[in-house]
């Protein structure tokens, strides 16, 4: 950790004009305040189809939290998603739906649920052992459909409002459209390997493979009135692409071991905008933000500016580590490592370049599996609460 009078040096040598781009609320052109609403939700496991993991106006703790409630589960197999004042958890022994209140048990499907989304008062699950897909109404937990895949999950299904469907990407590398009232499948993509990362845009679906592949896909209409889905284009990148991100006029892929790409979208059909090689291999997650997109992965947290990928700031951990997915709320980036939850200024803190100061926020000793933001609070998912695994609501 450089000293503080060495950052003073940099950011004296720097001037003002490096100030401006560096200090306050922003890195990089991205501007970032305080959240301000305290009644938001986590519908999907990156929050949205774009899969940003990012809410820009939630409140989340920004100084060291107090604990609302905690409740035992079973261990967390997917990441957690808050809807309709309900946190539900996919666990090896089923899907949990507590109360965000208080943290009571308001019901449980006896299913191995992989991923789980919500949407319109139905939770939408997938599989991780078995080739199905469930949708349950999310008041009482009445199943409404189940649906048999060729094969099971690596990615939670992807509720698509754009397209009036439910997206599902299965291990055999089928994708198929779900009428979401039904289950029926509408259309269906076969990708040259498994499926690990969904998201979308309008009409535009975007396809994340085992074997390194990405898909834009465009839902259009057949002249018989069906919705069908048609390849724009597909690019090779160097590693499964563990996320993808949706943004105008591109996609963000983070791959394993070859860092995160920036793919222009319509016309220009899947060209690379820049390639950020040394970026980490996140865990499951990227956080587009404004002008930032940032990741976690064993090595530390890194941001890179989404023009033009170059890096903003990072932060090294001490050793390789376990690193949940990285979620962010406001100007706060949250993300579990090496047991402990920990919170970083969104922005970088203060500082030029590598210089930084006041990056973390705070820290609390606290195994983390996965993460939500909803309600004011953090909604966390541990594999050791008091011994036994189980989420725990911090605010």
């Not at 926020?361 to 050791?384: F, H, Y």
Request: with cysteine.
């Amino acid at each position: 950790m450089p000293s503080r009078r060495r950052v003073l040096s940099a950011l004296a040598a720097a001037g003002a004009a490096g100030l401006a781009g560096c200090s306050g609320g922003g890195s990089g052109g991205a501007n970032f305040s305080p959240g301000r609403e305290s009644n938001t939700e986590w519908p999907l496991p990156a929050r949205g189809p774009r899969a940003t993991s990012y809410s820009p106006d939630a409140v989340a703790p920004r100084t060291p939290p107090t604990e609302r409630w905690r409740a035992e589960t079973g261990r967390a197999v997917g990441r957690v998603v808050v809807a309709d004042g309900t946190a539900f958890v996919p666990a090896e022994d089923g899907l949990y739906a507590l109360r965000m209140r208080d943290g009571e048990e308001r019901w449980r499907a006896s299913i191995r649920p992989y991923g789980v989304a919500v949407a319109d008062g139905v939770a939408y699950v997938s599989s991780r052992d078995e080739p199905l897909v469930y949708a349950f109404e999310v008041d009482g937990g009445e199943q409404r459909w189940r649906v048999e895949t060729s094969a099971d999950f690596a990615a939670a299904p992807l509720p698509a409002p754009a397209a009036d469907a439910v997206i599902v990407g299965d291990t055999a590398g089928r994708v198929a459209s779900l009428a979401p009232r039904t289950g029926e499948p509408r259309w269906t993509f076969e990708a040259f390997t498994g499926v690990y990362s969904l998201a979308a845009r309008d009409d535009r679906i975007y396809v994340g493979t085992t074997g390194g592949g990405a898909y834009e896909l465009h839902v259009v209409e057949t002249e018989a009135g069906e919705p069908r889905g048609v390849p724009l284009w597909r690019r090779k990148l160097p590693g499964t692409v563990r996320a993808l991100t949706a943004a105008d006029g591109s996609v963000f892929a983070a791959t394993f071991g070859g860092g995160i790409v920036r793919l222009a979208t319509g016309p220009a059909a899947g060209r690379t905008d820049w390639h950020a090689s040394d970026a980490p291999t996140v865990t499951d997650a990227l956080v587009h933000a404004n002008g930032l997109v940032a990741g976690a992965g064993p090595e530390g947290v890194s941001a890179f500016g989404a023009a033009d990928g170059t890096r903003r700031w990072r932060v090294a951990v001490d050793r390789v580590a376990p690193v949940s997915p990285a979620v962010a709320a406001g100007d706060t980036l949250y993300v579990g490592v090496g047991g402990a939850l920990r919170a970083y200024a969104l922005g970088g803190g203060v500082g030029v370049g590598p210089y930084r100061t006041d990056v973390e926020r705070w820290r609390r000793e606290l195994p983390v599996r996965t993460l939500a933001i909803a309600d004011g609070a953090l909604v966390v998912a541990s594999d050791d609460l008091d011994g036994s695994p189980g989420v725990v609501v911090l605010e």
